[in-house]
């Protein structure tokens, strides 16, 4: 069966330093993969988007990487700040499933200052 | 407004009784989407509409879950004979659809259910 996985352990992290999140996946041939920040009480909100045929893709001090041949795509947060501090989604879409995102359960990035 | 807007944000019903959750889009959006947060889990899709097609309710856990959609505009979910096991957030999001190429989704606050 299809199945995201992230990592459930919180991450902590000091402030400055940068974070890293993965998201693995098996039995998936994902066309898109998104990034979704979630905080508490709230509902995701879109970060960035990589298709298959990107590696990688930048957004201010986002950084998402995606290699189709390990199934897995590496979120980097650089120069984190503690308003960073949230919990991170990984989605993922196939082009004959438009619009069914299915998600990971997510990881939990505490920054301290 | 200019986001998704949910209502009610807080619903607390007895086991068995029926409730219905309502979501109000982006203007213009013609996708909107429902999904089921447990506590500790990932969202999990329950149906999608688009546009006047027929809806995509391959998500749906039960038959006790059923979805409208009015036009392109407001939905409403509802489940009836509440179970325990219903208690979770709800989230509805909706994005422009097919036409705006990649399916970025954008999320109201969701509304808490919790079944006594």
């Known amino acids: 069966s299809q199945k995201i996985e992230q990592n459930s352990e919180a991450l902590n992290i000091q402030e400055g330093k940068t974070a890293t999140l993965t998201c693995n996946y098996t039995?998936?041939?994902?066309?898109?993969l998104q990034w979704y920040r979630q905080d508490p009480g709230r509902g995701p909100v879109f970060l960035l988007l990589i298709r298959e045929n990107e590696k990688e893709k930048r957004k201010e001090r986002l950084k998402v990487t995606f290699d189709t041949t390990l199934k897995q795509s590496l979120f980097h947060i650089t120069a984190s700040q503690p308003a960073d501090s949230a919990t991170y989604l990984c989605?993922?879409?196939?082009?004959?499933?438009?619009?069914?995102?299915?998600f990971g359960a997510g990881t939990q990035v505490v920054v301290t200052p | 407004g200019a986001g998704v807007s949910q209502s009610p944000s807080n619903k607390v019903t007895e086991k068995g009784k029926d409730v219905e959750l309502r979501c109000d889009p982006i203007s213009g959006h013609t996708a909107l989407y429902w999904y089921r947060q447990r506590l500790g889990q990932g969202l999990e899709f329950l149906i999608y509409f688009q546009g006047n097609s027929a809806p995509d309710k391959s998500g749906l856990p039960s038959d006790r879950f059923s979805a409208e959609r009015t036009g392109e505009s407001v939905s409403t979910l509802t489940i009836q004979r509440t179970q325990q096991e219903d208690s979770a957030v709800y989230l509805c999001?909706?994005?422009?659809?097919?036409?705006?190429?990649?399916?970025?989704?954008?999320f109201g606050p969701g509304t808490r259910l919790t079944v006594l």
């Open positions: 989605a993922l879409e196939r082009t004959d499933s438009w619009g069914k995102l299915q």
């Open positions: 039995n998936y041939s994902p066309a898109y």
């Open positions: 999001a909706s994005s422009l659809g097919p036409l705006g190429g990649t399916d970025t989704q954008y």
